[in-house]
């Protein structure tokens, strides 16, 4: 059965345990328009027209982008880190897993942190373009701006460095930046109402044990790649 063949006969919507492709774009023209530069395997908790969720395990093997030496990219200081030449890598996440939370039309996902005993460490509200739906999985654009939300309610802005030098190599224009700065306010209004998915009390929410690592399969950056649950 395809890809296209499980969508049809679900109505649109991935069944929990069903395996997924979670990508982001490039940035600017560097290295090309479209191009992908992550890619992480996750397995589908719930998908509604309202929310989805998907869960990140350990060790799953991930594409990342790193500089052409293999330099990771946050070791190269910022005024470099954007405009050295890339190359894309495999390599596992590393850490406990991460569930991320979807809402269609946001323009961030939700993403939730333990340790490795399951103590509840963090929400982050990586912001992003509104995700891209297709047979095998969702496509974004990382925006570079994020946020950190604490148990006890309490919140901070992340990465406003990174997110100043790619309006400063051109990464992101002014008009974009002023978009991208006014959905991190929203989200701001969203986590000081409390509202969801930070209520919805998914801190204690567990993978089920019979879940298998998704692969990343070898046409990882076609549309559509061939995945496999």
């Not at 049809?8 to 023209?29: T, V």
């Not at 992340?158 to 990464?171: N, P, R, S």
């Amino acid at each position: 059965m395809t890809d296209d063949d499980r969508m049809s006969e679900a109505g649109g919507r991935w069944a929990p345990g069903e395996a997924i492709l979670w990508r982001y774009r490039a940035n600017g023209d560097d290295p090309g328009p479209g191009t992908f530069h992550i890619c992480r395997p996750v397995t589908v908790v719930q998908d509604t027209e309202d929310l989805l969720a998907v869960w990140m395990a350990p060790g799953t093997e991930c594409v990342k982008p790193v500089l052409a030496d293999g330099t990771p990219v946050h070791r190269e200081p910022l005024a470099t880190r954007y405009t050295k030449p890339r190359a894309l890598q495999r390599d596992r996440w590393f850490g406990a897993g991460v569930l991320k939370l979807a809402r269609p039309a946001e323009p961030w996902s939700v993403w939730l942190f333990w340790e490795r005993d399951w103590a509840f460490r963090n929400w982050y509200v990586n912001l992003e373009e509104p995700r891209t739906r297709w047979s095998g999985g969702v496509d974004s654009e990382d925006h570079f701006l994020d946020l950190s939300v604490y148990p006890d309610g309490s919140w901070r802005w992340h990465d406003e460095d990174e997110f100043a030098q790619a309006q400063a190599v051109g990464l992101m224009s002014a008009e974009q930046a002023r978009s991208v700065r006014e959905a991190g306010r929203a989200a701001v209004a969203v986590i000081e109402d409390w509202g969801q998915p930070f209520s919805d009390g998914w801190q204690h929410w567990r993978p089920d044990p019979a879940w298998q690592v998704p692969a990343l399969p070898a046409d990882w950056d076609r549309t559509p790649a061939h995945v496999s649950s």
